[in-house]
């Protein structure tokens, strides 16, 4: 589940149902991951590479429109440029370059 994205409330999010999928089997060294911020599902490749790095390839979206796509406009252009990963207990951060980041906590914690 998303918790931290900058411009968003933790309120947002949860209304949203926010969420991030990376339970995929690992297939030479990437995983098929999925996500949902309240409107279209997305799809795209995770690597996560030695000494924190990660890359996530460009992904694809169903494409309906929604009443609101603030978050999933969002979400869509930061992904892609996340290039560092940290995990610390329940929770993933991922970090752009310029320190932006969004978090996430697996699902059955809060």
């Known amino acids: 589940m998303l918790v ?3 411009g968003f409330s933790k309120d947002q999010l949860i209304a ?13 060294g990437k995983i098929q991951g999925s996500s949902y911020m309240g409107c279209n599902r ?7 590479k030695k000494g924190g790095k990660v890359k996530i390839s460009k992904g694809v979206s169903t494409m309906k429109a929604c009443q609101d796509m603030n978050l999933e406009t969002s979400f869509q252009k930061k992904i892609e440029k ?3 990963y940290s ?24």
């Open 4 to 6: 931290s994205l900058d």
């Open 16 to 28: 949203n149902k926010a969420e991030m999928n990376l339970t995929a089997k690992m297939v030479d």
């Open 42 to 48: 997305m799809s795209f490749i995770t690597e996560f």
């Open 82 to 84: 996340m290039t560092k």
């Open 87 to 110: 995990v610390e207990g329940h929770f993933l951060t991922l970090t752009d370059n310029n320190g932006n980041s969004m978090k996430f906590v697996a699902a059955d914690w809060d």
